[in-house]
């Protein structure tokens, strides 16, 4: 596997291995790697002739008072864990690298979509991973790009930002892959103190409930505000959670719905405050597959 | 050639021509096509092993009360002159299959380069024309897209947007095309009256005298209020002409300057009404080859 850091290198790369005949998978990653990504690494990996794996903490999509410089880092075990798992290439590119000296070009999804949910309390967030996600694919120049489910509002904006620019890829969303105990992977779970670890798997606790009222078919089991106090109670029952949001939408465009319709599927997200630590948790209700 | 409509075809038209192994030269147009855009088109062809013309008038970059409705065209007369250019094909997509159903995503290069000349009466115009340009380029994937020195600032615009956002492409841009009395092609150029048009080519006399004061090394003469002076007493004599605005910066960056340094190359740029139509000129104001 080959640790790049330049985009002249990358080319050089792709040059020297007939990539031009050869279907190319990209995880965009900020590294401090954990089984979420790896899961989307092998997922390219079976997909793809070549795969990339980029790891850059993108200052855009940090507000002020954010965690952009204590976001964890550990670049030598993100190498051998990607290895491990079919990465041909990891790119580290610096800041300067993706950012040319002046540059000002923004790519934003606008609407609701992007001021909803995370977008809300976070307003700059998801115009700096479009805009950075736009770079690296015209870096990488990928086939198939993987992204996970846990992260679900991005996943459906950077669907419509490929969809919108007819970009020329397809965008792979992969399952959440979680702790024994339920609690989401996330980069982030090293911030949680043992009390807050302990009480972290509510988040998932409680989606788990509404989805199982959902499926039990009971009549109020469709109403957005039923499934919503299900969710509320189970993580209000955890003393160190500040709910910051509860919210279901549809599933797909996160247009505001009262109830959930048996043809759609419908996004259930929360996110919660343990101290200084944001996570964030999501479930699909669909009657259909999914 | 070619005439089509959709990106699907494009795509089928791609495969079936070998694309993967071609170099492709790239002209983007809102057609009603003259000797301008067939000086880019032949460019294109000379450069590259396949050619595609692009025609679109693009509603997002037209502002309220502007001349979207009515701007000329000819498609059929347009198909007959690329063709002879050397075009292989022309793309000619409704505005739906460039826009999709909902679609919201922009792309912008933020800062002053958008707000001055053209951008000071035109808010919204660059905006549109960097997302246009955007999904073009995605669609068509060019090696290399032509465009004129006519539409200066827009030729500043898409490089910095190329360069900013990494697109895996170079822009050339193609010396101004001009009338017997030296009024600078454009589509618009339709729209005036016999006077003025007869008074129209004070734009470019105005830049020429410019251009030759500079030349001549006289001292003052590289100072930029004396040269707009020049300008404007040349464009102020025509009496239909209306001045929207006569500038001169930077010609890479268009940051303000008071002089033109030995070293750098200076913008200046006119914008005058004659009527209802708005007209546009430029020179290159520098020591050097250019």
Redesign the interface.
Known sequence: MSLIKT?RELSDWFESHNR?NMTLGFVPTMGYLHDGHLSLIKKARADNNLVVVSIFVNPLQFGPGEDYEKYPRDIEHDYKLAREAGADVIFNPDAGE???P??????????D?TKKLCGASRPIHFKGV?TVV??LF??V?PDRAYFGQKDAQQAIIIK??V??????LEIVVCPIVREKDGLAMSSRNMYLGPDERKQAPALHRGLQKAHECFMSGAGDCTRVDKLIGIIRQEIEAEPLAKIEYIEIFDGD?LENIESIEPQRRALAAVAVRFGNTRLIDNIILSMGED
């Open positions: 985009t031009k993706i950012y040319v002046g540059s000002s070009t923004e790519v934003e999804v606008k609407g979509l479009t736009n770079i015209n870096i120049r419509k930002m969809r919108d620019l007819h970009m020329p465009t």
